[in-house]
């Protein structure tokens, strides 16, 4: 592929500025590594914000419960909730008339990491916005759900919440950038 690359002008860089995967892989890359300057300054990694947000919504989550709504494989989530409970955040017990099935609940001060996050993502976010109009953050909305519909669809998965169109969104043609 280089040496065609080489011998039609264009050059990888070039390639690679202009290809919608690597622009995104790229500010993915970028915004996770703001995220986590961000919440080491709660004493926590990127990933484990979800679980204190999900345990903050609903407490007392079963581990398949968690797995499940993070998207993540059962020990991944029983990980993370390992690492949560050391650091005093959340505690596992077992519910009542069935010891095998344990719950996963918020302490206080799990419960008040969870209210500080709300104000790191909203930094990030206006980080990452800024200077898009409103039309212009509607449109990146719809064309990020539509990458990960297509995306969901060619792997079998299920399509994710919030992949479709918002009902409020009529639908609207996006010109393609000839650059």
Known sequence: MVWHLERSGATVKDTLDKSI????????????????????????????????????????????????????????????VGRLSAQGLLT???????????????????????????????????????????KDRKRLRK???KLEKNLALTLGAAVPAGAEPEEDEAPEEVADDAA
Do not use: C
């Not at 918020?106 to 419960?111: A, D, F, Q, S, V």
């Open 92 to 134: 596992r017990r077992a519910t009542d008339g069935d010891g095998r099935l344990v719950r996963v609940y918020l302490t206080e001060e799990g419960r008040q990491r969870a209210g500080a996050i709300d104000g790191i993502w909203n930094s990030l976010e206006d980080t990452m916005v800024a200077g898009l109009d409103g």
């Open 21 to 80: 995967g690597h622009r995104l892989h790229h500010a993915a890359r970028l915004q996770r590594a703001l995220a986590a300057r961000h919440l080491t300054e709660l004493g926590l990694f990127p990933g484990q914000e979800t679980v204190l947000k999900l345990l903050a919504e609903t407490d007392g989550r079963t581990m398949t419960e968690l797995a499940a709504a993070l998207q993540v494989r059962p020990p991944t989530a029983s990980k993370t």
């Open 143 to 145: 064309l990020l759900r």
